[in-house]
């Protein structure tokens, strides 16, 4: 069974390429609100659940007892750009912990920012494991192994005290037990585990809306989301697709991308998850699909409205800026609608 | 009707994202040798016909008038990274024809070359539209408009009768009526004419046995053919896939890459072309797919077999070098072989 076309990619009026995929809104009690394609099927959620990753972050007291703030969090939460306040802020998070940039485990990487990776070039710099866009996280981890008593080397491994906690928190938010047959490396190098994307929508559901969670995670899902919302820069970076959308809806959404064209959301005041799998991996298609799926299930004013269908058909401009195609949703999310 | 999936993308043991898409290989007389999917639909090559679109560069006498060797005439056929040796053949023949690089409307874009454009920015430099990966296509216009005659500002329009001659000249080997319907605007503002893929693979085959082509055309087809394979790092640059494939290769393949997922070859010896569409817009996958190709058509010695299969299977590692996945050819792929 194949999943249908949900974003065409238009060139001068004609079709140059498509990109199919699967699309769950799900509620916080696992009831699906809209479905597209084959969302029984197990996807690598890759960096879109990073905000669930870092409830222990929360939960074990490492947050309070480093006084980590708003940006902290986010940060915690983010695929940065690697610009310079993003490496401040991680810098920040490990020295409150005690450690500097050789206790993270992420790999080194330049800026996804070009104007900071070439500013960083002018300078003479190269890129350290704080450029990585996921530094945030990792310094997440990293307070979390300090604040729990643990060695913090070999955070990452699957077997380590902090990796643990993190699987217990995605079971308990998917309602899917994480089997070692169903465990990969990520880009970073800690574990990503294959998840039908029904239940991860529902996991952002309950994220969204502390339905369902215990008071304590409940609690902490709220600090995390409230961080998101205030500093959503800090979640992305300058011009990136998750810090404008939540720059504009604020508490009303929290999305997260994830790479192979992943994407997830929250919208908690309709109490609903998203997950967005494009089959080819296409982060391109999972935005604009993501930007239309929030316009159709969020009250909105005509001027946020205008705003989110900008993302959800962005125009392609060549190299001269001369408009060349666009990026087209299929009548398939169309149909998505609250009840 | 869906094309089948031509290329899975593994994580840990477990299929992340799958790329469709369609391969025509047809001989020089249009007879299909193997086909995948839907080879009828029109799909815009895009640069990969950049080693047809400099056949006027030939014979115009354009090349033989300004004297442009082999260095020259790759790089008319490139899509190159921007690297500082790149920029000097394309200024040379800019210079040649008596202008400078204030002539090229490709526009502007930091070299593609990781390593280029760091270089830059630390010399305080920024780019220019020499950079440009068309710059020599550009280039090779210019001195064609130069060397006819005619005024060389618009160059680029389809009006121009610098792209009248493009577009005749791919109408005689896909052996396709190209209409002003099925023009859109390629990232360097050129025309881009959706054509196809069989009667790509067509115009691949023809240009590269000479088979079917008057003899002026088989001429500077053979010119083109021989400078790419004497100069394959001016075709792409340092280790990109049509670079090392033809190096690897010499004059058995010319191998060229275009945006979207797409790739052509000709095959001189089996006098057989091959175009390649990802439905998505793949790269990885349409150069995966090119590598599998090539080595089920062509007669091979080991060594340079277990070369092209690791092209056609490539390892993915991550941040940490750790190997966490590979993409994977199907065996749809494999069933292509010489009759």
Redesign the interface.
């Known amino acids: 069974m ?1 999943n249908p076309v949900l974003v065409e ?1 238009l ?4 079709i ?5 995929g699967a699309v769950a809104v799900v509620d916080a009690d696992g009831a699906t609100v809209f479905a597209v394609g084959d969302v029984a099927k ?3 959620p890759r960096s879109a659940v990073k905000p669930l990753q870092a409830l222990p972050l929360v939960e074990s007291g490492a947050a309070e007892r480093y006084a980590l703030g708003d940006e902290e969090l986010a940060l915690a939460c983010a695929s940065h750009s690697g610009e310079p306040a993003h490496v401040e802020v991680v810098l920040r998070m490990l020295s409150k912990a005690g450690l500097d940039a050789s206790a993270l ?6 800026p996804s920012s ?1 104007a900071a ?2 500013a960083l ?2 300078a ?1 710099g190269s890129p350290s494991a704080l450029h ?1 866009n996921c530094s945030g996280k990792h310094a997440g981890f990293l307070c979390v192994a300090c604040a729990i008593g643990v060695d913090h080397p070999g955070y990452w491994r699957p077997e380590h005290a902090v990796q643990r906690g993190v699987r217990a928190v995605l079971e308990d938010l998917t309602g899917v037990a994480l089997s070692d047959d ?8 800690v574990p ?1 585990w ?1 998840i039908p994307l029904a239940n991860l929508a529902r996991a952002f559901a309950r994220f969204g809306s502390g339905h369902g969670l215990e008071r304590e995670r409940a609690r902490a899902a709220a600090l995390l989301r409230t961080a998101c919302a205030r500093k959503p820069w800090h979640v992305a970076g300058t011009g990136r697709f998750c810090t404008e959308i939540m720059r504009l809806l604020g508490p009303r959404a929290l999305v997260k991308t994830g790479a ?2 992943v994407f997830c959301a929250a919208l908690p005041q309709p109490g609903l998850g998203i997950a967005v799998k ?5 982060g391109r298609a999972a935005e604009a699909i993501t930007a239309a799926l929030i316009a159709r299930l969020l009250p909105l004013e005509d001027a946020d409205r205008t705003i989110l269908a900008s993302f959800a058909r962005p125009i392609l401009r ?5 408009e ?2 666009s990026l087209e949703v299929s009548e398939a999310i169309a149909a998505a609608s609250l009840r």
Chains 1, 2 share one sequence.
């Open positions: 194949s990619v060139r001068g009026g004609l140059e390429s498509r990109h199919r197990r996807v690598f485990a992420c790999g080194t990487h330049w070009q990776a070439f070039a002018r003479g990585n169903c465990r990969a490396v990520d880009g970073c190098s990503t294959a192979e064209g494009c089959d080819d991996g296409a060549n190299w001269n800026g001369i060349v195609g």
